[in-house]
């Protein structure tokens, strides 16, 4: 093994220099904003200011957690819940399409995606609206509560027909039994609560048939289902997956679901990664679409609630950081945690082949 150490020369001491220098201006304000959640209101304001609390409080927090802060924190993370998963879904099954199945006007439908990857959500946000406000809420239930019955079924139909080996008898907990049975009893629940079957809430009979989807949730889920950027990413994902592998499934009798669900879903597995860290940011931080669509103040998120503390309690810098911190610890947790697998999945999709 070589054991020489590098030398210092002076590009590399310029370098560490430019480096530390670009991590102390990303890092500081992260550090100002948890800093001033604990300073009341005069030393925030102070001049000069105080670099680290020598008296913290937790004032700011008890104040923030009086208003909803903990709904608008639950509303936030299921709508990027609810845009991840959607976005990976959609993306995936059609950047698998574009990538690997030929089909008339192909090149037509890739060029408007990379098209709209360049056009401002501002351009099309008032027919945004208005269709967010002519769809109804009760539709959207329904639907759901379809595409559960159908999971339903296809789950059923599967285990039934290929039970031996779903049950894997070479292992002693048959796990994809198990995992099929677990998502069966997830559908179904879901049909249960929303059809109004004996013993359930009944929510489609209990919304407003006239209620439209704006100042729900849903209206700022929706619009991020076909991100044409994830559909690019995707698409770069599933160039990857050699054509041998494709035919060989369809040699041993497996149909288009079956062949993307066992076959393409883990070799893109790191794309999957990387989309889903994009769409969960970029949707907690999309204050402009939060803006527009959320009005009521229990639909609100973290964001759009830190902005109205901000008229009630004429700017407290304390609480305003406060809520801040609050808000940035999930983004920050998230990346940390992930921080390997997001890189993965980005230098994967950069190579072709």
Same mark, same amino acid.
């Given at each position: 093994?070589?054991? *020489?150490k590098k030398k210092l020369t002076p590009y590399?001491? =310029?370098s560490l220099i430019v480096l530390i220098v670009i991590a102390f201006t990303f890092v500081f304000p992260f550090y100002w904003i948890v800093t001033g959640a604990f300073k009341s209101q005069s030393v925030a304001i102070a001049l000069p200011p105080q670099w680290f609390p020598t008296e913290p409080t937790m004032a700011n927090f008890e104040k923030l957690f009086k208003n909803p802060a903990w709904q608008w924190m639950l509303n936030t993370v299921l709508m990027a819940l609810g845009s991840m998963l959607l976005v990976c879904g959609t993306a995936s099954l059609c950047g698998y &399409?574009?990538? *690997?199945k030929r089909f008339y006007g192909q090149t037509? =439908?890739?060029s408007l995606i990379i098209c709209a990857m360049a056009l401002p959500k501002q351009v099309v946000l008032v027919p945004l609206v208005r269709i967010? &406000?002519?769809l109804r809420l009760r539709w959207l239930l329904i639907a759901l509560g &379809? %595409? &559960?019955a159908v999971i339903i =079924?296809? %789950?059923v139909w599967n285990v039934v027909k290929n039970f031996n080996e779903l049950t894997d008898k070479s292992s002693r907990t048959p796990k994809n039994l198990l995992l099929a049975l677990l998502v069966v009893a997830v559908a179904a629940a879901m049909v249960v609560y929303l059809a109004k079957l004996p013993g359930a809430n009944g929510l489609i009979a209990s919304t407003p048939e006239k209620q439209p989807l704006t100042d729900t949730l849903w209206a700022v889920i929706l619009p991020t289902v076909g991100w044409p950027f994830g559909v690019f990413l995707m698409k770069q994902f599933s160039e990857t997956i050699p054509n041998e592998i494709l035919e060989a499934a369809r040699i041993d009798g497996a149909g288009e679901l079956r062949t993307f669900l066992t076959v393409v879903c883990p070799i893109i597995k790191p794309g999957f990664g990387a989309l889903a860290i994009f769409t969960f940011i970029n949707t907690w931080n999309d204050y402009f679409l939060q803006l527009i669509m959320l009005q009521s103040r229990a639909n609100l998120t973290i964001s759009l609630g830190i902005a109205t503390l901000q008229a009630e309690f004429a700017t407290n810098y304390g609480l305003m950081m406060a809520g801040a911190a609050l808000g940035a610890v999930p983004i920050v947790a998230i990346f940390l945690v992930f921080q390997k697998f997001f890189t993965q999945g980005i230098t994967m999709g950069a190579v072709k082949g």
């Open positions: 093994m070589n054991n *020489k590399r001491v =310029v &399409a574009l990538a *690997k037509i =439908v890739f967010m &406000a002519n &379809a %595409i &559960a =079924v296809m %789950i």
